[in-house]
DNA sequence: CTAGGGTTAG
């Protein structure tokens, strides 16, 4: 036990100490922490004012659960303690802890003090009716407002002002009211106007007035600089802002920030930089609002080397930077370490933060989503402490495109369930959903839907719905939403290549992609990887590559191992493999996954047995446990009537635990959805169907749509051959709408498994068997069957 | 202890 003398002699060592510090301090928050830690060890009770310094620093650090938990220690909370823990709740967004504690303050206790803590609280969580109904009762109970009082409920004014005469009366009530007319005062009257000249679109004569103002002002101090910069960057008069900055001869840190800021969201990312370097050789003090800006800055333009130099640079300069601090900078080094490819580093500052907000969250979040690493994403989803309208729409999209389509519908429905508006990205999000799962009604369902919450003009939403409508098989409403769109960027122009090309419409995607061109649009490195795509599924072979070497002569894109690929299949599938392998010599890397995959499936298609066999080689070697390239390799043994090879193939797959999806397709009729599924005996119409196929078989060996010898076979065992192509589900599917459907309709039938070479020839079949289109989509292309031919030329 | 300004996540 310790002696009450040395814990006397304590207590005043720590309120020396305490005292000594300024709540923002870098060492504050250390100190606190270990009072703290004493005060629980020894049991001692502070005074008030011990207290109450303790709660302020916690606050002031963003460490809201210590504050919290020093609060309900305090026996009687003075008014000065109630205070700091209202605006502290106030800053968390928590308005209605902070209305407790004021509601459980009786009257005598009560100062002017107190009351503006409240009515700031009001007013920062935008409730401004409040806050000013809580400035009439403040004078109505006796207490006298202050210069801060008038400040608050100016802010709060801001909020409710509906027009500019109202921004004028208030005006002369200010100058009226006996306010002390200091520049705090004027400050808050500039910003209303400032506010009310972004909101009112009246920008031009309010501006004019806000400068008169900000003239005339007795004196200008960092804020008002700060404010009247501010205002013009918000207008959009990035030159005027810059005017009145070269203008300024004082010191102040704020206008300099806000111009940074301004240049960085009008994408002027070199200009950012300008200033910041201006900032750095000059006196002016940098802070953590300057280095926020410019980090993200780096971050957005893709200057990762200039970001990490000034981190390196806090590091060295910044000591012992506090939570408060560091919060928003490393928030913003999240984003620049994995944007820059290092999200583990990315991680680890995210873990070495003492305090993370919603915001750190949603940026480690965004970097795993983004790097498509979707299952640790999913872990951060779950375990986060709080969400907003940011965290699903990140999350949605995330599953969007990783596949997960369900998932993501499922989320977005969550979403709304607890009351969240969705945004245009969520909606774009949930759409791209059902591009990954083909579901059309669901698809057009989510476009009614967008048009109903306004979101008519989005550009995200149209680019997500352009490829919903192409991948659910319907490319003329994807067309005629490209041409409805009010504005289209290269995005835009990408979709709807990509939406020709997978279509097997190889020209037509050529000739967007001229339009494109004369309509001045830029292409970038995925609108080449579409044409070739598009070349590709086409049989387009000059073309394509024609199209890759004018990538890097006149656009100045390196081509890329994805490039490389499209190239390699391009030539492959059209049989070229001597000029394939060419292409791989002179290329300036190793060839990686991609590039062999895409060779194995040339071969496997050509049967060409050697150069497949080395390819399937390199990739069990890259990806031993991948399922395609097991599957792959024994279609190619298939092809060339090797079932021994087969057997040992599907042997190796069960030894090394590989299960194959089942194959599961989904067919469109009369606008509901059937889905079969291979082993889908329950399905009454299954032997009806069997019987149908079986018929088919019979005809198509007659004339020759299937090669005895060349039969594929994909998750059959070789003894099980004969009966395989009539177990085949998409074929299943296929006959069943045949049967079902009016004559003349269109079948289509949606798979997101590769379709094999006996469901090829099925399908031609079909197609002129009954003389109808049948629609089948492969992974992200279709094959059109009609009339016996398909429209990928057989390059399938 | 309270005010006015500039920041971070897609």
Redesign the pocket.
Known sequence: MKSPDFVRALANLYAVQLHLCS?RSPSSYTLARSVHAHMIASGFKPRAHVF?RLV?IYCKSYNLVYAQYLFDECPQPD??AR??MI?AYSAAGKLKLAGEIFGGTSFHMR????Y??MI?AY??NDDGHAAIQLFCDMRRDGFRA???SF??V??ALALVIENVKQCQQLHCAVVKSGAGL???VF??LL?VYIKCATSLQLSPSLMVAARKLFEEMPER????W??MI?GYVKNDDLLTAKELLDGMNEK???GW??MM?GY??HGLYHEALDVFRKMLSSEIQL????Y??VI?AC??AGFFNFGKQVHAYILKNVVTPTPAFS???N??LI?LYWRCGKIEQAHEIFNRMTVQ???SW??IL?GYV?VGRIDEAKNFFEVMPEK???TW??MI?GLAHSGCGEEGLKLFNQMKLLGFKP?D??FAGAITSCSVLGSFEQGRQLHAQLLRFGFESSLSAGNALITMYARCGVVDDAHSLFLKMPCVDSVSWNAMIAALGQHGHGAQAIEFFQQMLKAGILPDRITFLTVLSACSHAGLVNEGRQYFDIMYKCYNISPGEDHYARLIDLLCRAGKFSEAKEVMKLMPFEPGVQIWEALLAGCRIHGNIDLGIEAADRLLQLIPQHDGTHVLLSNMYAVVGRWEDVAKVRKLMRDRGIKKEPGCSWIEVDSKVHVFLVDDAVHPEVQLVYDYLQNMVHEMRKIGYVPDTKFVLHDMEFDQKESALSTHSEKLAVAFGLMKLPRQATVRVFKNLRICGDCHNAFKYMSKLVDREIVVRDGKRFHHFRDGKCSCGDYW
Do not use: K, Q, R, W
């Not at 100062?111 to 107190?114: A, E, N, P, Q």
């Not at 101090?221 to 008002?224: A, C, E, I, K, L």
């Open positions: 709540a109450n302020d008014v000065i205070t700091t605006a100062d002017t003090v107190f503006n803590a700031t007013s920062h202050n210069d801060y400040s608050s100016l802010s200091t520049s705090t400050n808050a910003s101090d960092d804020p008002s700060t404010t501010t102040f840190g704020g920030n806000a800021s960085m969201h802070d953590e609002y300057a926020t800006n993200s971050a957005n919060l928003p900078v928030n913003a984003t907000d919603l915001v949603n940026a965004s983004n907003n309208l940011l729409t990140v999209s945004c990205y969520a």
